[in-house]
């Protein structure tokens, strides 16, 4: 396969109003876009005739993989919400007719492959990633079409996603890769500056994709990490090793720190506590009693997210070096911190243990399982409660908690894949 070494979203122009005749599919494609709007339509400024999602079901040919792969994951999608079975039986079939026409459609792919083409064919591997995610077959099935994703966003490359349609997909994919190579502890090309800068040359980057720009960087560390242990069970002197390591890890929670500082200055009154008894159904006879008496309610989904992404790489940094031993000294708070008042009940750079951090993405469980794009909610909770669960050995209460959010909330919200990630270790 030649490499398609520079693309550019200028000039192309894509269709961005749904067809009033939608082949029959209009029930399970309007509950994947109010429901899982993994587009983030909100973002787009006011006056955008609609989304780059609703945009994939209007293409002039039903035959065209990306669509096939649309309806793939939104007739999986309503199944699994409605325990339609007769339907996930179609977009079983669905499924294997898309991934086998994608298969082809990568098979032609070199130099004169146009940007139209190639965008299609990114989005029709993330529509099969997310039906993995949905259908729950394989607890790795989402990982396969992540490769694909990978390669086909490098072939691309960094100027590829600078319009704003382009860009604000950008962000989705940049979390599932990020989830990819953090678990594989391998280096992410996000990594690299032109990724972290090109792609907002036109769109000015927001506090929330800053904070992206940091995950990126944290499975290099890992794979750093995992280098000084082989390198001293070799017996090799790492001395040096870890100490430049420490220092990247403990420049980036700095930057973290800072970053939250921002989104505190810039988010007052963002966030309050309520009783849990006011969201009622989380505590359903499935789950067991919430364990918490309180529960954060927010402004938007976009600020739950932030706080649930900045606690979630807090323990990420946090427990990173646990391997090498303890630190010498602890993580250091910005020298000059503001001075308040925070109208937020929420933790602030350099307080809380990790208990503390984990316990807080708990909390916001209720206001995600409960807001108008739930689905959306509870899909971007299921890794920062994964991290969370792994940090909280000391609170089997919590930890048993999340097991059952994931194997129960998760599923019931449309993600089948949250029964395996309920007993993992």
Avoid at 130 to 157: D, K, N, R
Avoid at 255 to 278: L, P
Avoid at 286 to 306: E, K
Wanted: proline letters at 6%; charged letters at 20%; one cysteine or more.
């Amino acid at each position: 396969m030649k490499v398609v070494t520079k693309f550019s979203t200028t000039g192309v122009n894509f269709p961005l109003t749904l067809s009033p005749d939608i082949g029959g599919q209009d029930v399970v494609i309007s509950h994947l876009i109010n429901k899982f709007p993994i587009d983030f339509a909100w973002r787009l400024p006011p006056g955008a005739k609609s989304s780059p999602l609703s945009a994939i079901f209007t293409s002039l040919s039903r035959r065209a993989t990306a669509y096939v792969s649309g309806i793939c994951l939104a007739q999986a999608f309503y199944a699994r919400a409605h325990k339609r079975h007769d339907l996930m039986a179609h977009a079983t079939i669905l499924y294997s007719r898309s991934l086998q026409h994608l298969r082809q459609d990568l098979q032609v792919l070199d130099r004169s492959t146009s940007a139209v083409s190639m965008y299609s064919n990114l989005w029709s591997s993330f529509l099969l990633c997310l039906y993995e995610i949905v259908s729950g077959v394989s607890s790795a099935g989402w990982l396969e079409h992540c490769h694909g994703i990978t390669a086909l966003i490098q072939m691309l490359g960094p100027h590829a996603f600078q319009e704003l349609g382009a860009n604000l997909m950008l962000e989705t994919y940049r979390g599932l890769i990020i989830v990819n190579f953090l678990v594989k502890r391998k280096r992410c090309f996000l990594e690299a500056p032109d990724w972290k800068t090109v792609p907002w040359t036109i769109k000015r980057k927001s506090l929330g994709s800053q904070l992206q720009d940091l995950f990126c960087d944290v499975p290099g560390l890992m794979e750093e990490v995992d280098e000084i242990m082989q390198q001293s069970a070799l017996g090799h002197e790492t001395d040096t090793m870890e100490e430049n390591l420490r220092e990247k890890v403990s420049i980036l929670m700095e930057q973290t720190w800072q970053f939250r500082w921002q989104w505190e200055a810039a988010n007052a009154n963002a966030c309050k506590e309520v009783t849990s008894a006011e969201y009622g159904s989380s505590s359903s006879r499935d789950r067991g009693p919430s364990p918490f008496p309180t529960v954060f309610h927010f402004q938007s989904m976009d600020r739950a997210i932030d706080i649930a992404f900045f606690n979630t790489i807090q323990l990420l940094l946090d427990t990173l070096l646990d391997p090498l031993g303890p630190r010498s000294t602890p993580f250091l708070s910005p020298s000059q911190p503001p001075t308040g008042p925070f109208t937020n009940p929420l933790l602030l750079p350099g307080q809380g243990s990790r208990d503390d951090h984990a316990l807080e993405i708990c909390r916001i469980v209720d206001f995600m399982s409960h807001c108008k794009h739930d689905s959306l909610g509870m899909f971007m909770l299921m890794f920062p409660l994964y991290v969370a669960r792994s940090c909280l050995v000391q609170r089997p209460d919590v930890s048993a908690w999340i097991t059952n959010i994931l194997s129960t909330l998760v599923r019931e919200k449309g993600f089948h894949i949250g029964g395996h990630l309920s007993k993992e270790e």
